[in-house]
């Protein structure tokens, strides 16, 4: 496995490139070096003529897993066809104990913070696009806390089944939202039978971001519910069976909210 050094104008950032065995030609894993003896790996697919580039926080601990139907996972390839760039973030190599993975707390932590600050500035050496950040369920901690603490980072934020229910943590709804001054989406499935992240805290999450340009919800239906875990994969929770229609209309809300 060949690696190359990727410099980029954080001091002492340096990333280890891969190729990953993927359908994609334009398909990279790249492994970060992000704090002090910390590492975070980031699956990048690159797409032609992007109009931006959407960082993706998958649920539960927010770790890789081969063969995932996580919605981050299952949705990382179908950006790339309507024009954006997606870099599915793993957790840091120092968080393996939840789930394998980040603690929920972890994701509200200044460590957290530096990771995602070092990922973004490695991506934007890449390419300069501008960067939305999405995450599901756990995962909208990480994406919404990062926006509300960096909000001269981020071009948007796409939030699914967001966590304003859980008993680990503030609700997201709680979050200093008032600071975006960029559009956020908070995309929900009107049967989620998840009872952390129900429907109704995507419109708590909307009516806390009155600085936002644009701010909306987007409910869903349909598609399977065949997992054993409600706030689990393969269910409503994920949006499993409809992946295709949920990318098409974040891609489209990205498309009009850019400029």
């Given at each position: 496995?060949?690696?190359?050094?990727?410099?980029?104008?954080?001091?002492?950032?340096?990333?280890?490139?891969?190729?990953?065995?993927?359908?994609?030609?334009?398909?990279?894993?790249?492994?970060?070096?992000?704090?002090?003896?910390?590492?975070?790996?980031?699956?990048?697919?690159?797409?032609?003529?992007?109009?931006?580039?959407?960082?993706?926080?998958?649920?539960?601990?927010?770790?890789?897993?081969?063969?995932?139907?996580?919605?981050?996972?299952?949705?990382?390839?179908?950006?790339?066809?309507?024009g954006?760039?997606?870099?599915?973030?793993?957790?840091?190599?120092?968080?393996?104990?939840?789930?394998?993975?980040?603690?929920?707390?972890?994701?509200?932590?200044?460590?957290?913070?530096?990771?995602?600050?070092a990922?973004?500035?490695?991506?934007?050496?890449?390419?300069?696009?501008?960067?939305?950040?999405?995450?599901?369920?756990?995962?909208?901690?990480s994406?919404?806390?990062?926006?509300?603490?960096?909000?001269?980072?981020?071009?948007?934020?796409?939030?699914?089944?967001?966590?304003?229910a859980?008993?680990?943590?503030?609700?997201?709804?709680?979050?200093?939202?008032?600071?975006?001054?960029?559009?956020?989406?908070?995309?929900?499935?009107?049967?989620?039978?998840?009872?952390?992240?129900?429907?109704?805290?995507?419109?708590?999450?909307?009516?806390?971001?009155?600085?936002?340009?644009?701010?909306?919800?987007?409910?869903?239906?349909?598609?399977?519910?065949?997992?054993?875990?409600?706030?689990?994969?393969?269910?409503?929770?994920?949006?499993f069976?409809?992946e295709?229609?949920?990318?098409?209309?974040?891609?489209?809300?990205?498309?009009?909210?850019?400029?």
């Amino acid at each position: 496995m060949r690696g190359r050094a990727l410099l980029v104008g954080l001091a002492a950032l340096t990333a280890l490139l891969a190729p990953v065995t993927a359908s994609s030609a334009l398909a990279e894993r790249l492994q970060l070096a992000t704090r002090p003896g910390v590492t975070v790996t980031v699956d990048l697919r690159e797409a032609e003529d992007a109009i931006a580039l959407l960082l993706l926080f998958e649920g539960g601990g927010g770790k890789f897993k081969k063969g995932s139907s996580g919605f981050a996972h299952l949705a990382h390839d179908r950006f790339g066809a309507r024009g954006i760039a997606t870099a599915l973030v793993d957790a840091p190599s120092d968080q393996r104990g939840f789930r394998g993975g980040m603690h929920p707390d972890f994701r509200l932590t200044d460590d957290h913070l530096a990771d995602i600050d070092a990922v973004i500035a490695a991506l934007r050496a890449r390419s300069g696009l501008p960067v939305w950040v999405l995450g599901i369920s756990l995962g909208t901690r990480s994406a919404a806390w990062y926006a509300v603490q960096r909000p001269d980072r981020v071009a948007g934020v796409v939030l699914l089944s967001s966590s304003t229910a859980s008993p680990r943590g503030r609700p997201v709804y709680s979050f200093p939202l008032q600071v975006l001054s960029v559009p956020l989406l908070a995309v929900v499935h009107e049967q989620d039978a998840c009872r952390t992240t129900p429907p109704q805290g995507a419109h708590r999450i909307v009516a806390a971001a009155g600085g936002a340009p644009a701010a909306e919800v987007k409910t869903f239906s349909g598609g399977r519910n065949v997992g054993r875990d409600p706030c689990g994969t393969r269910t409503h929770h994920t949006f499993f069976g409809i992946e295709d229609e949920v990318v098409a209309a974040i891609a489209a809300f990205i498309a009009d909210h850019s400029s």
